[in-house]
């Protein structure tokens, strides 16, 4: 299977720190895809952190609100996702959405955030 979306930038870090996600797709995707970024931990469901729609329009979950800040590299067709202020509850993998205009959906493979002293 063609891997359709590549993401990086997950790992450890201490609360209070940052980390960025990224998400890169092709340029047909990313130009015509509402983007969401979710997580997930073990047993539970997976949960919409931020969207932004194919015009602009952002909107993120109350628990990262004024802490995570959604992006994008338009020449890189890369999705960024921006998290200070980590807490030990955002603790979760992470996973980027792409919602084709055409219907298809095309996910990140996810990537472990852990945040912990």
């Known amino acids: 299977q063609v891997q359709r979306v590549e993401s990086g930038g997950g790992g450890l870090v201490q609360p209070g720190g940052s980390l960025r996600l990224s998400c890169t797709t092709s340029g047909e995707i990313f130009s015509r895809s509402t983007v969401n970024w979710y997580r997930q931990t073990p047993g539970q469901q997976r949960e919409l952190v931020a969207t932004k729609t194919t015009r602009g329009i952002t909107t993120y979950a109350a628990s990262v609100r004024g802490r995570f800040t959604f992006s994008a590299n338009n020449d890189r067709n890369t999705i960024y996702l921006q998290m200070n202020s980590l807490k030990a509850e955002d603790t979760a993998v992470y996973y980027c959405?792409?919602?084709?205009?055409?219907?298809?959906?095309?996910w990140g493979q996810g990537t472990q955030v852990t945040v912990s002293s």
């Open positions: 959405r792409f919602q084709a205009g055409w219907g298809a959906d095309y």
